[in-house]
């Protein structure tokens, strides 16, 4: 402050001792003329010197010094113009010339002051257009005040009058000098170097005034201390910006380059927390401008590096995308924004902090050599560390890739933990923020697998990860990168199997890219054999359930529902324990198939069973044992336990109808309730017995829960030995025939025989009723048929006509040709039901037009018993109709059956057919018969059924 305060009071000092010594300081004409002309040119070449090398060394002294000098060029012509006029003009001396240079040089200041304002306080300006304008003003205004100086006003006087015109302009330049002055010192316009050189300067400068408006006489020396008090100003505004602003700068910058060689060879980076610490001690502690430099990486937004004098600092607070964006924007390295540095290149931004503003060219040159000499000794150290990291990695990825095998057999031929240990491993080694495995089925256009790492599901969290998987599949190229990722993906059969990696800042290199590529390769096969080996177990449960459960109920079927049974029974019967059974059956399916169809009693049958696995313990093992049959194995249960277990279920399924076809369905069951070993030992006799009481028990109705019994097993066993005879005999086809007469109505004459099936069985002869569903049931039908008509051939001689059943189960060519061979031209009848004409009336009709072509008859027997109409009459070539029974027997005492039977004797007669009454029990039947114009009658008061022989030796 005190060499301040000294520097402004030496101009004044001057002042006031030349004003005071003022009476001493005339001088003569020419003396004086001498010394202001030898002060003008001094100052004149100061001027020119300072302005050339301004223009000349732009790169150096900057664009603001540039444009001062260029602009400065427009005060050079009148104070040049001042030179030549005092060197050439012989009344240079005199009072009016004296006023034509005062003009000149007044004009030489303002220019001057007009160059040190637009370049102090304009920021952006057209530097030529302006120097050629003012130059040319400059000029004009110049020759103007040469050749028309006697117009303008007076200006030299020899009285100091404040108030004279000169003196006014004079005040004018004297504060605008001091407060461009002010400016530059405070606002360091021209650098902190440079300023005070200028703004002293000016201050010399502006000291002009004062000496010019004190002075009284026409040669006094006042003038001649102004006018060199003015240039020692443009003396120093030069050698602030050659001497300091160029020459000092230049040999600091040198001895710190030097310096900095030194540091940096003995300079050791420790990494800390990954950032690379790198202290220089007394050189940036004693660096004029760098006060420490951060270095940050543009992928990852953070600090990797920090250089330091002897004291560190916190990291400055900047954001880097706006600095970076700023940077891209402008298409710049560098930045410099007040006393922070920004330096770009690469993948690395460096921040310096400034002691101080640099504006300077040759500072900023400097600066930049700083930045790319530290940028690259710090390089060094990160690439070293990048290359150790790089390899370790390769030495990662190969440990990686000898893994694979070990995570297969980890996995145990698991596709989902196989691919989920190599991804979170890829995602470890390339530093990735997530990968992605899946199968897409090109058949079904679904993801079949789909499988995230760890750290996908963290750093993912709301991705549209769909997006992603489309993309992929539709990219022509195996393998590419996207935005943000690099994926790999191959296709087999009816499969694409991919895999994904992603990071969300920066891009995966080539390496890595190869890496994903041979990784995903290995992935491929192995995925591809697990796929094939889990193809086959997938198969392989699948026939396991086909042969273990029910495809329709889903649960067991009946040989697995008997396995468990047996295997728990093992068991349980070491400890004593019970096993209680139960049976059930559907009510009345057969009856839903009939009015609603089979998928119906399908749907009844899935109903049933989804509310016996709803609502049975855990414990408990349900299978469906038959068509309409439930197989319940409840462990450690008693009988009475067992029975209460029955009854809540058929409440149960009671009370949950089922709609089917916009009806409502009230399912039922009938069940039976067994405990082993109490109710035997064997199995399979516990469990046939318990069929047969549902099948056969007289006990059982809707919604019946019964107990097995001791009779039960009994009744069983009997039944049981009866059927194996009867099967016996009808595999040994012990067949004989019974006849039944049919005569005529009106005469009595004999038509021929109803030929009757009996079956042997033992000692006893069993009538058609009561084994005729066994042989059905068993295939045996068709047999005893072809039997009984060949001993009944056999035993019969004469013309009577012989009437046998025909089974529709048996009518196919086979059985029609064994007919008809047996016969061999013999009066024979085959009488066929009305159902059994129904269903069958194509087969039928070709059938009977064969063997009528062989003289066999046929009739249609118990008409009205089926369905019931006269339709078929006209359709089936028969010879006789058989009226049902149940009309004839109760003929006397309904007019309905009366009127039926007499409909069906007008319909034979007139389609010409033949009609015979069956169940003809007495006379009075008879008697209406014959009115009704019935043709033949059979029935026990005609005949009863008898063996072949009694008919044969009663005929005779």
């Given at each position: 402050m005190k060499k301040v305060i000294t520097l402004l009071s030496l101009p004044i000092a001057i002042f006031l001792i030349s004003l005071a010594l003022h009476d001493h300081l005339l001088m003569e004409s020419t003396h004086f003329a001498h010394v202001m002309v030898s002060v003008k040119i001094t100052g004149l070449f100061l001027a020119f010197y300072l302005t050339f090398l301004l223009i000349i060394l732009k790169p150096f002294v900057g664009s603001q010094l540039y444009t001062f000098g260029l602009l400065n060029t427009s005060s050079l012509f009148p104070e040049l113009i001042y030179i030549l006029y005092s060197v050439f003009s012989p009344d240079f001396i005199t009072p009016s010339a004296r006023d034509k240079m005062v003009y000149l040089y007044i004009l030489n200041r303002i220019f001057f002051l007009l160059a040190i304002y637009l370049v102090s306080f304009k920021e952006r300006i057209r530097a030529f257009l302006l120097t050629v304008l003012t130059s040319l003003l400059s000029i004009l205004f110049s020759f103007w005040i040469v050749l028309y100086y006697e117009h303008?006003?007076?200006?030299?006087?020899?009285?100091?009058?404040?108030?004279?015109?000169?003196?006014?302009?004079?005040?004018?330049?004297?504060?605008?000098?001091?407060?461009?002055?002010?400016?530059?010192?405070?606002?360091?316009?021209?650098?902190?170097?440079?300023?005070?050189y200028i703004s002293y300067g000016l201050y010399l400068h502006a000291m002009y005034s004062p000496f010019v408006i004190f002075y009284t006489e026409f040669y006094d020396g006042l003038i001649v201390v102004a006018t060199t008090m003015a240039y020692i100003g443009k003396f120093l505004i030069k050698w602030g910006v050659f001497k300091v602003g160029l020459l000092d700068i230049a040999v600091r910058i040198f001895k710190d380059a030097w310096n900095i060689a030194n540091y940096f060879r003995n300079a050791k980076p420790v990494r800390i927390d990954n950032i690379f610490y790198i202290p220089l001690g007394e050189y940036l502690n004693n660096h004029y401008f760098i006060e420490d430099i951060t270095v940050y990486s543009t992928k990852h937004k953070e600090p990797i590096a920090y250089i330091f004098g002897n004291l560190t600092h916190p990291f400055p607070e900047i954001n880097l995308d706006i600095v970076i964006n700023t940077l891209k924007a402008y298409s710049q390295k560098e930045m410099i924004l007040q006393h922070m540095c920004f330096y770009m290149e690469g993948n690395y931004i460096m921040v310096i902090r400034l002691k101080r503003s640099v504006s300077d060219p040759i500072s900023k040159l400097h600066l930049m050599n700083v930045q790319n000499l530290l940028l690259n000794f710090l390089l060094v150290y990160i690439r070293s560390e990048e290359l150790l990291e790089q390899k370790s990695r390769e030495l990662e990825r190969l440990y990686l890739l000898l893994e694979a095998s070990e995570y297969v057999l980890e996995a145990q031929n698991n596709i989902d933990t196989?691919?989920?240990?190599?991804?979170?491993?890829?995602?470890?080694?390339?530093?990735?923020?997530?990968?992605?495995?899946?199968?897409?089925?090109?058949?079904?256009?679904?993801?079949?697998?789909?499988?995230?790492?760890?750290?996908?599901?963290?750093?993912?969290?709301?991705?549209?990860?769909?997006?992603?998987?489309?993309?992929?599949?539709?990219?022509?190229?195996?393998?590419?990168?996207?935005?943000?990722?690099?994926?790999?993906?191959?296709?087999?059969?009816?499969?694409?199997?991919?895999?994904?990696?992603?990071?969300?800042?920066?891009?995966?290199?080539?390496?890595?890219?190869?890496?994903?590529?041979?990784?995903?390769?290995?992935?491929?096969h192995v995925v591809k054999l697990m796929k094939v080996i889990e193809d086959l177990k997938r198969e392989k449960e699948k026939v396991i359930f086909l042969t273990e459960y029910d495809s329709l109920t889903l649960t067991l079927n009946r040989s697995s529902i008997l396995k468990r049974l047996k295997s728990l029974l093992l068991h349980y019967n070491k400890n004593g324990n019970l096993v209680s059974l139960i049976l059930a059956e559907l009510y009345n399916l057969d009856s839903i198939n009939s009015m609603y169809g089979y998928m119906a009693g399908n749907m009844l049958i899935k109903h049933v069973a989804n509310l016996l696995k709803k609502h049975l313990e855990h414990r408990s093992l349900l299978g469906r044992y038959s068509g309409d049959e439930f197989l319940i194995i409840l462990p450690n249960t008693t009988k009475e336990e067992a029975f209460y277990i029955a009854e809540k279920l058929k409440s149960l399924i009671e009370e949950s109808p089922i709609f089917i076809q916009n009806s409502v369905i009230r399912a039922a069951i009938k069940q039976v309730v067994a405990t082993l070993p109490e109710d035997g030992t064997d199995v399979d006799d516990v469990l046939s017995t318990m069929e047969w009481i549902i099948k056969n028990s007289k006990e059982f109705a809707k919604g019946t829960v019964v107990k097995i019994q001791d009779k039960d097993q009994e009744e069983y066993k009997k039944a049981k030995a009866f059927e194996r005879a009867i099967f016996e005999s009808i595999h040994n086809l012990e067949v004989y025939p019974y006849l039944q007469e049919i005569v005529s109505v009106k005469d009595g004459t004999l038509l021929g025989y109803e030929v009757l099936m009996r079956l042997k069985v033992g000692d006893k002869l069993l009538p058609a009723s009561e084994f005729i569903a066994f042989a059905e049931k068993h295939g045996y039908l068709g047999k005893l048929d072809l039997e009984l008509v060949r001993k009944t051939i056999q035993s019969i001689k004469g013309d009577v006509l012989l009437f046998f059943n025909l089974s529709p189960l048996d009518i196919n060519r086979e059985h029609v040709n064994a007919l008809i061979t047996l016969v061999n031209g013999k009066r024979v009848v085959f009488e066929l039901t009305e159902r059994e004409a129904v269903l069958n009336m194509v087969e039928l009709i070709e059938l009977i037009k064969r063997m009528k072509e062989k003289g066999i008859m046929f009739a249609i027997d118990d008409l009205g018993s089926g369905f019931s109409s006269f339709l078929y009459l006209k359709h089936i070539p028969c010879d006789f109709i058989k009226i049902d029974g149940e009309f004839v027997k109760s003929i006397l005492n309904s007019d309905v059956?009366?009127?039926?039977?007499?409909?069906?004797?007008?319909?034979a007669k007139a389609i010409g057919v033949k009609t015979i009454a069956e169940f003809v029990e007495n006379e009075e039947i008879l008697k209406v018969l014959r009115e009704i114009g019935v043709d033949y009658a059979q029935g026990y008061y005609i005949g009863k059924p008898a063996p072949i022989e009694e008919k044969i030796k009663y005929s005779e």
């Open positions: 303008l006003p007076e200006l030299h006087l020899h009285t100091a009058d404040l108030l004279s015109l000169r003196n006014t302009i004079e005040l004018f330049l004297f504060f605008a000098f001091l407060l461009i002055a002010y400016y530059i010192h405070r606002k360091k316009s021209f650098g902190e170097e440079k300023s005070p196989f691919s989920k240990q190599v991804i979170d491993r890829i995602d470890y080694i390339l530093k990735a923020d997530g990968s992605i495995f899946f199968m897409w089925n090109k058949n079904t256009d679904l993801v079949e697998k789909l499988v995230f790492s760890d750290i996908f599901l963290k750093n993912f969290s709301d991705y549209n990860y769909r997006n992603l998987v489309e993309y992929v599949l539709k990219a022509k190229d195996n393998f590419g990168k996207l935005k943000e990722c690099i994926y790999s993906k191959f296709e087999y059969e009816n499969y694409v199997v991919c895999l994904i990696t992603c990071k969300k800042e920066g891009d995966f290199n080539e390496g890595e890219f190869l890496f994903l590529k041979s990784v995903g390769n290995q992935l491929f059956d009366r009127l039926f039977v007499e409909s069906v004797v007008k319909i």
